[in-house]
């Protein structure tokens, strides 16, 4: 070069100062996240942000709710046992009549499946006198109370709030709620009692509803693929121990918690972060959205309410289960990509940058010129944006 030492040195200094630009480096990230999100919802998947879709892949642990996320969520009816006329009350009809009447102010699933089959049954049933049912509290996790016609006292609900309420359960019945929910069936006892000024009133056993739902078909292979990835998984329920054992049994899942209160399901996630994992957590009712806002990546049903959706990090448009599958090998395929985005940059710019800084030119007495730099630093970016936009051509996994 025969220009002068300064002038050398300032043409230098611009070229390694244009090659040097982290453009490349800059776009690396927000570029395959873009794409990313794009993808997942081309495929069923609303990802709400980079966040999540960074985190998702490395999960290692999630936990499923059970009604309406592994089950279908429209249960049935299975089994309607009255166990005879007594003191409370003179036959089946009445105690069908105050059944449905109790239930008709719920709002949880198996209420609504005991107040559809009851109507089914007897179509007079559809219209309740709503000023027959007084006093009404559902108690999560527990049953239900309230007076009907002024004069009994109801609870419907599980083992637990029978006992809150002193109601004896014979070993007949027992024994038979015992057998159904060894099939999965989900049971809840009636009682009734006259109401007094007592505080507690003395309570009756009438029968019991013995109420089911379907696993999801794809429910099983999800679970296997979740498991061949290394991924624990888990299932939360209210439900007993015996009838969670059931229902996880035809899932295929081993680990469960049972028993839990909506409340405390944001605690199992709280639980299994304390052990080391990266939680998920899959559900769709008002009462997961603790649970799917404290987990590292909450992941919403389509179908469920508005609540959990708004909630969660991520949202499975379809309700399918599948799209777990999905969510996290978009997550996976992006992390990489966005990996390979910087070892790209990077490469680049060890080897650019001792170019531009003429490291050739005392051996060869070439001059690396400004314009080739800023063709290379254009380049560079350019080739990062369509690394980025490789992700379009993703295929999702086979489900086995």
């Known amino acids: 070069m025969n220009a002068s030492p300064a002038l050398f040195a300032i043409v230098t200094f611009i070229t390694v100062m244009v090659i040097a630009c982290p453009c490349a480096l800059g776009l690396g990230t927000p570029t395959a996240v873009m794409v990313g999100t794009g993808v997942g919802a081309s495929n069923g998947v609303l990802i709400k942000g980079g966040e999540a879709l960074e985190k998702a892949h490395k999960t290692s642990a999630i936990i499923f709710d ?99 309420n002193n109601v004896a359960i014979s070993e007949a019945v027992e024994s038979d709620m015992v057998a159904l929910e060894g099939q999965g069936h989900t049971v809840m006892l009636a009682a009734a009692g006259a109401t007094t000024s007592a505080a507690t009133p003395t309570f009756e056993l009438l029968g019991f509803v013995a109420v089911a739902d379907t696993i999801k078909p794809e429910t099983r292979s999800v679970v296997e693929m979740l498991r061949r990835q290394k991924i624990e998984v888990w299932m939360v329920t209210g439900d007993n121990e015996r009838t969670a054992r059931a229902i996880a049994q035809q899932a295929g899942i081993t680990n469960i918690f049972a028993q839990v209160l909506p409340a405390d399901k944001a605690e199992k996630v709280k639980e299994l972060r304390a052990q080391g994992h ?123």
Not at 341 to 364: D, H, K, R, S
């Open 66 to 164: 059970k009604t309406g996320t592994l089950t279908h969520g429209k249960p049935a009816v299975t089994h309607l046992r009255f166990l005879g006329a007594s003191s409370s009350l003179s036959s089946e009809a009445q105690f069908e009549d105050w059944l449905v009447c109790a239930e008709s102010g719920s709002e949880h699933p198996l209420g609504r499946a005991i107040v559809q089959h009851l109507q089914a049954k007897n179509p007079a049933a559809a219209s309740i006198d709503a000023s027959r049912i007084g006093g009404f509290r559902a108690v999560s996790g527990r049953g239900l109370e309230c007076v009907v016609d002024g004069s009994r006292h109801i609870v419907v609900g599980n083992r637990a709030w029978m006992t809150e």
């Open 278 to 400: 990266t939680v998920a957590m899959v559900g769709d009712g008002i009462n997961d959205s603790p649970a799917l806002a404290e987990a590292d990546v909450g992941l919403a049903v389509g179908a469920g309410t508005d609540v959990a959706i708004e909630a969660a990090d991520m949202v499975l448009l379809k309700s399918d289960l599948r799209d777990v599958i999905v969510a996290f090998d978009i997550s996976r395929k992006t992390f990489r990509r966005i990996q390979l985005n910087f070892v790209w940059a990077y490469g680049y710019n060890i080897i650019a940058i001792p170019l531009a800084m003429e490291i050739l030119y005392p051996f060869t007495g070439w001059v690396f010129p400004a314009w080739l730099a800023g063709l290379a630093m254009a380049m560079s970016s350019v080739s990062v944006v369509m690394s980025s936009l490789a992700l379009r051509w993703y295929r999702k996994p086979r489900m086995d």
